[in-house]
């Protein structure tokens, strides 16, 4: 409780960026709610296929209907899981093994941090998508090897700021008084170091999920993330993309859309959480 | 009368309320006359200095009060006249000149543009720059030298050195030694004392009584955005009438005599939300003591009055109710 | 209890200056900046021992070495008779319940998310000596030892949301809460309003009494030494120049850098005397001058002063120097 107050005044006090993080976070918001009771407001079932084909957006089918006669809309909503549970695991398991490496590393230094920094470096140079496809190619297709694919992609990330902000404030006057008192060095970067990332893994947190949602849509757009007929943006995406040219758009506009705007919204909430946090330091 | 301030009133309107900073402040400055304003953080004093040269940052804003200097009221100038003010008869030095200087100039440069600024012409302001780093006791050939290059003391004469450029009629400086070891804190008074003894009045901010005593003519004490008492050094030292004077007076020791020191109970109040009545009353020792001031202290604003030629006090002990 | 608590004996700490591409090549020496460059001092318990210096003397340094949380370079650190100059971090961990520090920057010594009561309760749990219930029970007793009431209300909030003077007051609990026999306080009230400094100085002094505690106190400000110490050490560039009873070396000062130190300091009754005149500022410790390193600035140095360096003598009791010309 004493902690939603405080946050909601953050969120809504009228700095710059107000407009951006609504924004965002109405989107969001929107999403997960889709995601959540996607059984109550999709009104087909998204798998079954119907002797509707290709109608255009109408009443009865507001996104109008794909190849196989599927609701468009009912996919979109469905399909808004898999996005969402494929991402948030992949972030989830970057965080998990991001974070600890960059704390070790910069806490430490010496031979260890230059093992891993050389490590982290290597693989951030690869473009996201180009290692996604790799590995989900060697795992195969399944949402858990698509999040795999994709946590391993933003580990770097993760790790390389939690290692520059650990850097820096190890230096600080309170680490050395947390190691005066005579604290384990588990205890002073857990309990001292850790708490102190808390505003710069959120605004990482949201720009890499933004990412993730690009990469997620990437990867089954090739057809190497979820299995027809479970419902997916990307591959809808894919799906749709030969019908373009005989003029079926709303097979392509609505999932191209719902792809932009979600991580476009989680982008715009990552900018203004940095901004507030640069403008707010103390 | 160089300047003359009343019943100044300045608000910081920040988003957690409106921070009272500074209470109908009224006080005057003389020709050659050092006037301290002493307090503790947050006492309003170094507000104070910031809009006599009308450099209060925002959230704040000058609700109410006049400035007059020379008989002008600077509140009611425009930025445009405001800025021929500033640096030519009235200059400022800050606490930290590590900020207050460009860390990526040299101080010669810095000091020749504080005057090129004000239409000087560059060479006759090389010239004037050498002349000033003398005044202020920086060897000719530190011209050349980045504010890094310099001591704490020194980079802070560089600071007063820009500020005297044009001999300036009033002199604001705002802790200047606050960061500064203490012989070279004795140094920087004496160069400060040198520039009152040759015409430049001056106003002085520090939360350090016993520097203000020393050196001041005159001495203004503030408490949580009020005056509460002004006067010459000697009436104040000799004579402390306000409860917060005479524990300021007793809460610092002195090297040179036997006094015993006595700490100030509590901390000062929240200005968005300042204590009923007089400011002080939750802190004084006489309050809690005398039954008989209360509904007095706790209720009603003390008003300032002459106690004795020269010397204002805002406090019930001595009138200052309404009702008198 | 003749043993005194903490021996210092000619403590050095020596940083090396990083140097160029060109002068590795040439295989130039490594010059080193001397912050402490061999000083001995005792402190008994129960004692205080404001070490006094300006800016670059090497204080903050020597305290923070005698509590190895900087590695000496030469000397001995002497615990209750323990050796503790080289000792390995786990060994040094139950000496870390013994001896604390209050730092100067109330601010900067506080992690900004945790709250204050849980950062006074911290140590209690990094040395086992409570679990979290008991801890939090004797921090909330700790904060209203400290004047930080009403204490539940203190306890959730966060450094931010306090004063100078009450996060000092933070600091202190924290320290304290181990019942440490020896603290370093290093220029523990000089960020504090004058004002409030014997508010702050009262609190260590009534812990001194309770814990029988041994303080260094480390300061550029006299006049602080003058509230609190027994005994003053001044330091200046890197070595003790004068050692001795309070009353005696304030008194009486035999350097004439103390005698500077005491003539600075601002008198509200306007009644000091300026002796002596001295010069200059402090130079740069990489390179001291030769002989006794304070001659640059002094009105009476001579050329012995210039070559040799002036060893500490006693010139009354328990009060020592090191001048070829004391003032006494």
Same mark, same amino acid.
Request: hydrophobic share 45%.
């Given at each position: 409780m004493e902690v939603i107050r405080p946050m909601t005044k953050f969120l809504l006090e009228k700095k710059p960026g107000r407009g951006m993080l609504l924004f965002g976070i109405a989107v969001v918001l929107m999403v997960v709610i889709m995601a959540i009771f996607a059984p109550i407001i999709a009104p087909y079932d998204p798998t079954k296929s119907t002797k509707d084909v290709f109608a255009p957006p109408s009443l009865k089918h507001p996104m109008g209907t794909n190849r196989l006669g599927q609701d468009v809309f009912s996919r979109i909503v469905w399909g808004s899981r898999v996005v969402l549970s494929v991402v948030f695991m992949a972030t989830l398991l970057s965080m998990i093994i991001g974070i600890p490496l960059g704390l070790i590393s910069g806490y430490y230094g010496g031979k260890i941090d230059r093992l891993l920094s050389i490590i982290m470096d290597s693989i951030y140079a690869f473009p996201a998508l180009i290692l996604a496809i790799v590995i989900a190619v060697v795992l195969g297709p399944s949402p858990v090897n698509t999040a795999i694919a994709i946590s391993f992609v933003y580990v770097p990330t993760y790790f390389r700021m939690v290692r520059g902000q650990t850097l820096s404030l190890k230096n600080q006057l309170f680490v050395e008084a947390a190691h005066a008192i005579g604290a384990k060095d588990r205890e002073v970067m857990v309990k001292y170091i850790l708490p102190n990332l808390g505003p710069t893994v959120l605004v990482v947190f949201t720009l890499s999920v933004a990412d993730a949602i690009l990469t997620e849509a990437g990867l089954s757009f090739l057809g190497l993330s979820v299995t027809p007929p479970t419902p997916d943006w990307g591959y809808d995406l894919r799906v749709g993309q030969p019908f373009l040219l005989d003029g079926y758009w709303w097979l392509v506009f609505f999932p191209g859309v719902m792809i932009m705007l979600l991580a476009m919204a989680f982008a715009l909430i990552g900018e203004a959480l940095n901004e507030r946090i640069s403008l707010g330091v103390r | 009368m160089l300047l003359e301030v009343k019943d100044l009133s300045i608000y910081y309107y920040t988003l957690s309320g409106v921070v009272k900073a500074v209470e109908g402040v009224t006080f005057s400055i003389d020709e050659k006359e050092w006037v301290t304003f002493v307090g503790e953080s947050g006492s309003g004093k170094s507000t104070v200095a910031s809009a006599i040269i009308r450099l209060v940052p925002p959230p704040g804003k000058i609700v109410s009060g006049q400035i007059m200097f020379e008989g002008k009221d600077l509140l009611k100038l425009s930025e445009e006249e405001m800025r021929q003010i500033r640096g030519k008869d009235i200059s400022m030095v800050f606490q930290d000149p590590m900020t207050s200087l460009d860390p990526l100039r040299k101080i010669g440069d810095q000091l020749v543009e504080a005057m090129t600024v004000h239409g000087v012409d560059e060479d006759e302001a090389k010239e004037r720059a050498k002349e000033l780093l003398e005044k202020v006791n920086? =060897?000719?050939?530190?011209?050349?030298?980045? =504010?890094?290059?310099?001591s704490g003391g020194q980079r802070q004469r560089v600071s007063i050195a820009i500020a005297m450029a044009f001999n300036p009629k009033l002199l604001i400086a705002d802790e200047p030694t606050t960061a500064l070891d203490v012989i070279v804190q004795d140094s920087i008074m004496d160069l400060i004392q040198s520039l009152k003894e040759e015409g430049t009045s001056i106003f002085f901010v520090t939360h350090d009584i016993s520097l203000a005593a020393e050196r001041s003519d005159k001495i203004a004490v503030m408490y949580a955005g009020k005056l509460v008492e002004f006067g010459t050094v000697e009436q104040i030292v000799e004579n402390p009438l306000h409860p917060y004077t005479q524990a300021l007076l007793n809460s610092v020791p002195d090297l040179w005599t036997e006094k015993p020191v006595k700490a100030i109970p509590g901390y000062p109040p929240d200005l968005r939300n300042p204590p009923r009545g007089c400011r002080f009353h939750p802190r004084c020792h006489i309050f809690a003591e005398k039954g008989e001031l209360k509904g007095l202290c706790d209720a009603e604003e003390p008003m300032m009055i002459e106690y004795e030629k020269g010397h204002f006090v805002a406090c019930h002990l001595y009138g200052g109710s309404r009702n008198e | 209890m003749s043993e005194p608590l903490l021996k210092v004996e000619n403590l050095k700490k020596y940083f090396p200056i990083k140097r160029g591409i060109i002068e590795t090549l040439r295989r130039a020496p490594v010059r080193y900046v001397k912050a402490v460059d061999g000083i001995s001092f005792e402190i008994k318990r129960g004692e205080v021992l404001a070490l006094i210096g300006e800016s670059g003397c090497g204080k903050t340094t020597a305290g923070r070495t005698i509590l190895r949380l900087i590695e000496p370079t030469d000397g001995r650190i002497i615990f209750d008779g323990v050796d503790i100059t080289k000792l390995s971090r786990e060994e040094l961990r139950p000496f870390r319940r013994r001896m604390q520090i209050i730092f100067q920057d109330p601010y900067a010594s506080l992690?900004?998310?945790?709250?204050i009561g849980d950062a006074i309760a911290h140590p209690l749990l990094v040395h086992g000596l409570a679990d979290k219930e008991e801890a939090k029970e004797l921090a909330l007793k700790m904060l209203r030892r400290v004047g930080l009431t009403p204490e539940d209300e203190f306890y959730e909030r966060y450094p931010h949301h306090l004063s100078g003077g009450q996060r000092q007051r933070v600091v202190i609990a924290r320290a304290m809460i181990l019942k440490p026999e020896f603290v370093v306080a290093d220029e523990a009230v000089s960020m504090i309003d004058v004002s409030m400094r014997a508010a702050i100085l009262d609190l260590l002094e009534s812990f001194r009494k309770e814990y029988n505690m041994s303080q260094l106190f480390i300061t550029h400000d006299i006049a602080v030494g003058k509230l609190i110490a027994d005994r003053i050490a001044v330091m200046y560039l890197g070595k003790i120049v004068e050692i001795g009873p309070t009353d005696e070396v304030l008194k009486n000062p035999a350097h004439p850098y103390t005698m500077a130190l005491i003539q600075a300091v601002p008198s509200i009754a306007r009644k000091k005397e300026r002796k002596i005149e001295i010069t200059g500022e402090v130079p740069n410790a990489a390179n001291p001058p030769s002989g006794c390193r304070f001659h640059p600035r002094c009105p009476l140095a001579t050329e012995e002063c210039k070559s040799k360096e002036p060893e500490l003598i006693e010139v009354s009791h328990e009060h020592f120097v090191a001048c070829h010309h004391p003032l006494r």
């Amino acid at each position: 409780m004493e902690v939603i107050r405080p946050m909601t005044k953050f969120l809504l006090e009228k700095k710059p960026g107000r407009g951006m993080l609504l924004f965002g976070i109405a989107v969001v918001l929107m999403v997960v709610i889709m995601a959540i009771f996607a059984p109550i407001i999709a009104p087909y079932d998204p798998t079954k296929s119907t002797k509707d084909v290709f109608a255009p957006p109408s009443l009865k089918h507001p996104m109008g209907t794909n190849r196989l006669g599927q609701d468009v809309f009912s996919r979109i909503v469905w399909g808004s899981r898999v996005v969402l549970s494929v991402v948030f695991m992949a972030t989830l398991l970057s965080m998990i093994i991001g974070i600890p490496l960059g704390l070790i590393s910069g806490y430490y230094g010496g031979k260890i941090d230059r093992l891993l920094s050389i490590i982290m470096d290597s693989i951030y140079a690869f473009p996201a998508l180009i290692l996604a496809i790799v590995i989900a190619v060697v795992l195969g297709p399944s949402p858990v090897n698509t999040a795999i694919a994709i946590s391993f992609v933003y580990v770097p990330t993760y790790f390389r700021m939690v290692r520059g902000q650990t850097l820096s404030l190890k230096n600080q006057l309170f680490v050395e008084a947390a190691h005066a008192i005579g604290a384990k060095d588990r205890e002073v970067m857990v309990k001292y170091i850790l708490p102190n990332l808390g505003p710069t893994v959120l605004v990482v947190f949201t720009l890499s999920v933004a990412d993730a949602i690009l990469t997620e849509a990437g990867l089954s757009f090739l057809g190497l993330s979820v299995t027809p007929p479970t419902p997916d943006w990307g591959y809808d995406l894919r799906v749709g993309q030969p019908f373009l040219l005989d003029g079926y758009w709303w097979l392509v506009f609505f999932p191209g859309v719902m792809i932009m705007l979600l991580a476009m919204a989680f982008a715009l909430i990552g900018e203004a959480l940095n901004e507030r946090i640069s403008l707010g330091v103390r | 009368m160089l300047l003359e301030v009343k019943d100044l009133s300045i608000y910081y309107y920040t988003l957690s309320g409106v921070v009272k900073a500074v209470e109908g402040v009224t006080f005057s400055i003389d020709e050659k006359e050092w006037v301290t304003f002493v307090g503790e953080s947050g006492s309003g004093k170094s507000t104070v200095a910031s809009a006599i040269i009308r450099l209060v940052p925002p959230p704040g804003k000058i609700v109410s009060g006049q400035i007059m200097f020379e008989g002008k009221d600077l509140l009611k100038l425009s930025e445009e006249e405001m800025r021929q003010i500033r640096g030519k008869d009235i200059s400022m030095v800050f606490q930290d000149p590590m900020t207050s200087l460009d860390p990526l100039r040299k101080i010669g440069d810095q000091l020749v543009e504080a005057m090129t600024v004000h239409g000087v012409d560059e060479d006759e302001a090389k010239e004037r720059a050498k002349e000033l780093l003398e005044k202020v006791n920086i =060897p000719p050939d530190r011209f050349d030298y980045y =504010p890094h290059q310099l001591s704490g003391g020194q980079r802070q004469r560089v600071s007063i050195a820009i500020a005297m450029a044009f001999n300036p009629k009033l002199l604001i400086a705002d802790e200047p030694t606050t960061a500064l070891d203490v012989i070279v804190q004795d140094s920087i008074m004496d160069l400060i004392q040198s520039l009152k003894e040759e015409g430049t009045s001056i106003f002085f901010v520090t939360h350090d009584i016993s520097l203000a005593a020393e050196r001041s003519d005159k001495i203004a004490v503030m408490y949580a955005g009020k005056l509460v008492e002004f006067g010459t050094v000697e009436q104040i030292v000799e004579n402390p009438l306000h409860p917060y004077t005479q524990a300021l007076l007793n809460s610092v020791p002195d090297l040179w005599t036997e006094k015993p020191v006595k700490a100030i109970p509590g901390y000062p109040p929240d200005l968005r939300n300042p204590p009923r009545g007089c400011r002080f009353h939750p802190r004084c020792h006489i309050f809690a003591e005398k039954g008989e001031l209360k509904g007095l202290c706790d209720a009603e604003e003390p008003m300032m009055i002459e106690y004795e030629k020269g010397h204002f006090v805002a406090c019930h002990l001595y009138g200052g109710s309404r009702n008198e | 209890m003749s043993e005194p608590l903490l021996k210092v004996e000619n403590l050095k700490k020596y940083f090396p200056i990083k140097r160029g591409i060109i002068e590795t090549l040439r295989r130039a020496p490594v010059r080193y900046v001397k912050a402490v460059d061999g000083i001995s001092f005792e402190i008994k318990r129960g004692e205080v021992l404001a070490l006094i210096g300006e800016s670059g003397c090497g204080k903050t340094t020597a305290g923070r070495t005698i509590l190895r949380l900087i590695e000496p370079t030469d000397g001995r650190i002497i615990f209750d008779g323990v050796d503790i100059t080289k000792l390995s971090r786990e060994e040094l961990r139950p000496f870390r319940r013994r001896m604390q520090i209050i730092f100067q920057d109330p601010y900067a010594s506080l992690s900004p998310r945790m709250k204050i009561g849980d950062a006074i309760a911290h140590p209690l749990l990094v040395h086992g000596l409570a679990d979290k219930e008991e801890a939090k029970e004797l921090a909330l007793k700790m904060l209203r030892r400290v004047g930080l009431t009403p204490e539940d209300e203190f306890y959730e909030r966060y450094p931010h949301h306090l004063s100078g003077g009450q996060r000092q007051r933070v600091v202190i609990a924290r320290a304290m809460i181990l019942k440490p026999e020896f603290v370093v306080a290093d220029e523990a009230v000089s960020m504090i309003d004058v004002s409030m400094r014997a508010a702050i100085l009262d609190l260590l002094e009534s812990f001194r009494k309770e814990y029988n505690m041994s303080q260094l106190f480390i300061t550029h400000d006299i006049a602080v030494g003058k509230l609190i110490a027994d005994r003053i050490a001044v330091m200046y560039l890197g070595k003790i120049v004068e050692i001795g009873p309070t009353d005696e070396v304030l008194k009486n000062p035999a350097h004439p850098y103390t005698m500077a130190l005491i003539q600075a300091v601002p008198s509200i009754a306007r009644k000091k005397e300026r002796k002596i005149e001295i010069t200059g500022e402090v130079p740069n410790a990489a390179n001291p001058p030769s002989g006794c390193r304070f001659h640059p600035r002094c009105p009476l140095a001579t050329e012995e002063c210039k070559s040799k360096e002036p060893e500490l003598i006693e010139v009354s009791h328990e009060h020592f120097v090191a001048c070829h010309h004391p003032l006494r």
